[in-house]
């Protein structure tokens, strides 16, 4: 689904699907790829006819200023550039270009944190000659910024070919044309025919049950859980082990033990070292019930009154919830914990949610032991409407 940001005189649209033709293509051509990706809008820019994006919204005014955020970001960086921009809560829109400044096929996409790593994995290889990783603050200021990329909005809608078709069958008489049209009439009712037998049929399909997200402390534990007990594995050592999603990834260095009897896992450092990637596995508990008046504050003074000061950063954005703007603010904190993290009550905070733990273990570059617990977590909240105050009257009664 195609998301837009509006501004003073620009509509930006991102999240489309590109296909390059050898010349601008017909309506028919870019029907056939639209059912493929499901779109019911398609775009294209005067400076590339022949590369074609295509969206799916429910509703589009054509007439309204569209412009690509992609083929501005092009504009201005040129190409072979990859940028990771933080748009929403959680979600990430990526754009890598080639050498022509065109997107990349994966690119000009919105993601979720967890699934970050397999994109970049995807363009890992791909000769790129600047990378960017902007924060929703930046990327506000950025947009500001970007040159025009007008785009000109249609619908993958068959309605001009039919009337095209009409005209053409009262002036030529071409039986043959109209033909040719009616079988493509055909062939959409039957579309349309399949595409309601489809909803029905999954009217009767049993509802999918959303993905459970663990309580905070719930998925501390199961992070903290999956840490071995020892170190030491048959001549392989543990370095440090951090959680991220719904994965643990544990860290090992080679200290006298061969691949024989390594752990499992990514080899690193021509055999030197490995890293063991695994889900995270929880043990169901029932979530704490959250404490009024629990919330950022609250959590910074108990980091306080142990001697820790936490990094802090915020960020406001406007999320497009129901067709409606809703401002949000999200916190966000970085800090060091010398205690066991499952010591405090993170179900009793309001809006928290647990981003990444990790902790060095025995480091291969250091002679240290096990370091603290470095955790970042967020608060998000929804921003009240600021109402404006009358101003008093200046009249004065006689």
């Not at 504009?75 to 979600?91: A, L, N, P, S, T």
């Amino acid at each position: 689904m195609a998301f837009f940001i509006r501004n003073e005189r620009r509509v930006w649209v991102g999240d489309l699907r590109w296909r390059s033709f050898e010349r601008a293509p017909s309506l028919l051509t870019v029907h056939k790829v639209a059912a493929e990706f499901s779109s019911n809008y398609y775009v294209q820019s005067r400076t590339y006819p022949q590369h074609v994006g295509f969206l799916s919204a429910e509703t589009v005014d054509t007439k309204e200023p569209f412009h690509s955020l992609a083929l501005a970001i092009s504009e201005k960086f040129g190409g072979r550039y990859y940028g990771e921009y933080e748009v929403g809560i959680d979600q990430f829109w990526i754009i890598a270009t080639d050498e022509e400044g065109l997107p990349l096929p994966g690119s000009d996409g919105v993601y979720r944190e967890e699934a970050i790593e397999a994109v970049r994995s995807t363009f890992s290889g791909y000769p790129f000659d600047q990378r960017d990783l902007l924060s929703s603050r930046e990327f506000e200021a950025l947009l500001e910024d970007l040159p025009d990329a007008p785009l000109k909005v249609r619908s993958t809608s068959l309605a001009p070919i039919y009337t095209s078709a009409a005209v053409v069958i009262g002036l030529l008489f071409l039986t043959g044309v109209a033909s040719y049209f009616y079988h493509l009439h055909v062939l959409d009712q039957r579309r349309e025919l399949a595409r309601k037998a489809l909803i029905e049929s999954a009217k009767r399909l049993p509802k999918v049950v959303a993905k459970r997200e663990p309580p905070p402390s719930e998925w501390i534990d199961g992070c903290v859980s999956m840490i071995p007990a020892s170190p030491y594995a048959s001549g392989w050592t543990l370095d440090h082990a951090s959680c991220k999603g719904d994965v643990i990834d544990l860290h090992w260095y080679r200290t006298g033990g061969s691949m024989a009897d390594a752990p499992e896992g990514e080899l690193m450092d021509n055999g030197n070292a490995i890293v063991t990637h695994r889900p995270l596995s929880y043990s169901f508990k029932k979530r704490q019930d959250t404490i009024a008046g629990y919330n950022e504050r609250t959590l910074i003074g108990i980091l306080q009154r142990s001697g820790v000061i936490p990094a802090l950063n915020s960020s406001k954005l406007n999320l497009l919830v129901n067709g409606r703007q809703v401002p949000t603010e999200t916190t966000r904190m970085s800090f060091s914990l010398q205690t066991d993290p499952r010591d405090i009550p993170w179900d009793a905070f309001e809006n928290l949610r647990v981003t990444s733990l990790s902790r060095t273990v025995l480091p291969a570059q250091s002679a240290s032991q096990t370091g603290s617990w470095q955790m970042q977590v967020s608060f998000t909240h929804t921003l009240a409407p600021v109402t404006a105050t009358p101003k008093p009257s200046l009249r004065t009664s006689n």
